[in-house]
């Protein structure tokens, strides 16, 4: 195989149709329900998934769901209702901060918040988020994760959070993503239609999701595609470029907070030919050579992909019971 800088490129005609076509196979003769329910967020993935929802069901057997909580940014919703309005679905809007709040969400979350940095008070304009170190292709850091708070006055400060912290915090705001896949599936009853997921390749494989939140699907139509390939049928389909080229947000952190920033450590572009190169197992001299990078920084981004896969692994199992037998991933 030739690796080059083109070799994401897909067909984008050709690969929406084989998708439509699966999707609406899948959905009315395997699943047997008669639409699809789509949760929009004002993100590249979602507004692709929508398009080819219309294209598979038409506008009357799909139900597009916002489901902001206070946190969101409001460039969100705005952003999700032109995305609708383009292709013709009325949405239906969901707050799901009642939920959250009766789950404990934000309480759990900002008493972790508060024993690393005590002042934080999201009541006087306090905003937190959780990142990674973004140098991975400079120097070997390990996936250790940080806090950053932000004052009012906009100031940052960054501290190392204990595991303990870390923890509660992420238990915590994945309630946001399981509330939103519970909020689907009563759209998808309601109406017998299908959940659809918006997951990408780089989410899945990687494991930047939540069991059980918006893994929480019937079917997932872009589970497949890189990345920069959405970008591609995103191009092709007519999202809204406004959505096309806003920074890609997990949207969940009342701190703004890019994809890169809390969990992929690389942009895009780049990240996905070195992932690919690794699956398909390209010299490291090949890959550096037509990425202008050196073999140690290949192996810097080789080696995080493969310790992210491997310690989300149990992320993509499906339960266990009694009678199967499961070889432990090595440590």
Request: charged share 25%; with cysteine.
């Amino acid at each position: 195989m030739q690796f080059t800088k083109n070799v994401l490129a897909i067909e984008p005609a050709v690969e929406a149709d084989r998708i439509v076509q699966s999707v609406r196979s899948n959905v009315l003769s395997v699943l047997r329900r008669r639409g699809g329910v789509v949760g929009i967020s004002g993100g590249v993935d979602s507004a692709v998934v929508l398009a080819l929802c219309v294209r598979a069901f038409g506008v009357s057997k799909i139900t597009a769901v916002m489901m902001p909580d206070k946190d969101s940014d409001p460039e969100s919703e705005r952003l999700a209702r032109g995305l609708a309005r383009q292709y013709e679905v009325e949405p239906v809007l969901e707050d799901v901060t009642p939920a959250l709040e009766g789950f404990g969400c934000y309480r759990r979350r900002d008493e972790a918040i508060r024993r690393v940095f005590p002042e934080y008070d999201p009541t006087q304009g306090y905003k937190a988020k959780i990142v990674l170190p973004q140098n991975l292709l400079e120097e070997s850091t390990l996936n250790v994760f940080s806090l950053t708070l932000v004052t009012p006055d906009g100031q940052e400060r960054t501290s190392v959070l204990p595991v303990k912290e870390f923890l509660q915090i992420v238990a915590a705001s994945n309630l946001k993503q399981r509330t939103r896949m519970a909020t689907l599936y009563y759209h998808a009853e309601l109406h017998n239609f299908a959940v659809i997921g918006t997951a990408n390749k780089n989410e899945h494989d990687q494991g930047f999701f939540v069991k059980y939140g918006d893994a929480g699907v019937d079917i997932k139509p872009i589970g497949h595609l890189y990345k920069t390939q959405v970008y591609q049928l995103a191009a092709y389909l007519g999202v809204p470029e406004a959505i096309r080229k806003r920074p890609p947000t997990s949207d969940t952190y009342s701190a703004a907070c890019t994809q890169q920033e809390f969990f992929f450590r690389l942009p895009f572009d780049v990240m996905d030919l070195l992932w690919f190169a690794q699956e398909h197992d390209i010299p490291k001299t090949e890959a550096a050579r037509v990425m202008g990078l050196t073999e140690a920084q290949v192996q810097r981004a080789f080696d995080d992909f493969a310790s992210k896969s491997r310690t989300t692994n149990y992320l993509r199992m499906p339960p266990l019971d009694v009678e199967r037998r499961v070889v432990p991933t090595p440590p």
